[in-house]
């Protein structure tokens, strides 16, 4: 399913913030990418949505070369890669409806695949009470329980989920990673970037460590959240 070969990343300041990287995940995979901060973790997130690419080395999706997608082709990678982040990026002027659909809106999708995926979504994350609520009258859980709907309403083959439970409570953020592991077992790759050790030693799920941009630990079958 993802394929990275021999990828480094050279941010035009010169900054090394990938060296070398070779990861293989399978379909249906869950991956925890863990690390402190500045190991590079979200640079390798985003390479496999193609909002980087590498200087050097290859980035395969499905067997496809991410860096060499014509730029017209390169929202129809990213309807296959849900993406969730640490600070939920909800449009406050939208309702939680509203910001679910908004992901299909940017893809063309038309009112009655909205009015039927919209509501899938929201029962998948247990908000289907919730979708006439702005995100200002929800708490920080169900903000991101928001997003992973809105990431994952294309059905999308790969979830990336950047430090999710960055801005959340120690028992929210284990209902949030429960949630994520679910939908892994649905058949969905997911990669979830963090460095919440308790998270990770909780789930036992395969881990790969990184350290100054480079992986020093690729632990399968819950290997846990140790020190390289």
């Given at each position: 399913m993802i394929h990275i070969e021999g990828v480094t990343v050279v941010y035009p300041?010169?900054?090394?913030?990938?060296?070398?990287?070779?990861l293989h995940v399978e379909r249906g995979e869950f991956v925890f990418i863990?690390?402190?901060?500045?190991?590079?973790?979200?640079?390798?997130?985003?390479?496999?949505?193609r909002e980087l690419v590498p200087t050097e080395g290859r980035v395969l999706i499905s067997g496809q070369d991410v860096a060499g997608l014509p730029r017209n082709l390169v929202p129809t990678l990213r309807r296959n890669v849900g993406v969730i982040f640490q600070d939920?990026?909800?449009?406050?002027?939208?309702?939680?409806?509203?910001?679910?659909?908004?992901?299909l809106d940017v893809v063309g999708a038309s009112r009655r695949e909205?009015?039927?995926?919209?509501?899938?979504?929201?029962?998948?994350?247990?908000?289907s009470e919730k979708e006439q609520s702005f995100p200002h009258q929800l708490s920080g859980g169900e903000q991101q329980r928001v997003s992973i709907a809105r990431a994952l309403v294309?059905?999308?083959?790969?979830?990336?989920a950047d430090e999710p439970t960055g801005n959340l409570d120690p028992d929210i953020s284990w209902e949030i990673v429960q949630?994520?592991?679910?939908?892994g077992e649905r058949g969905t790759t997911v990669l979830c970037a963090t460095h919440d050790?308790?998270?990770?030693?909780?789930?036992?799920?395969r881990v790969v460590s990184l350290v100054g941009g480079t992986i020093v630990?690729?632990?399968?079958?819950?290997?846990g959240y140790d020190e390289p």
């Open positions: 300041d010169g900054t090394r913030a990938l060296s070398g990287i070779d863990v690390g402190a901060s500045g190991s590079g973790k979200s640079t390798m997130l985003r390479l496999i949505y939920f990026r909800l449009l406050p002027d939208k309702n939680v409806w509203e910001n679910v659909a908004f992901a909205k009015y039927r995926k919209v509501p899938l979504a929201l029962e998948l994350v247990g908000l294309n059905n999308p083959a790969i979830l990336i949630l994520l592991a679910n939908i050790r308790v998270i990770v030693d909780g789930l036992r799920k630990r690729d632990a399968r079958g819950g290997g």
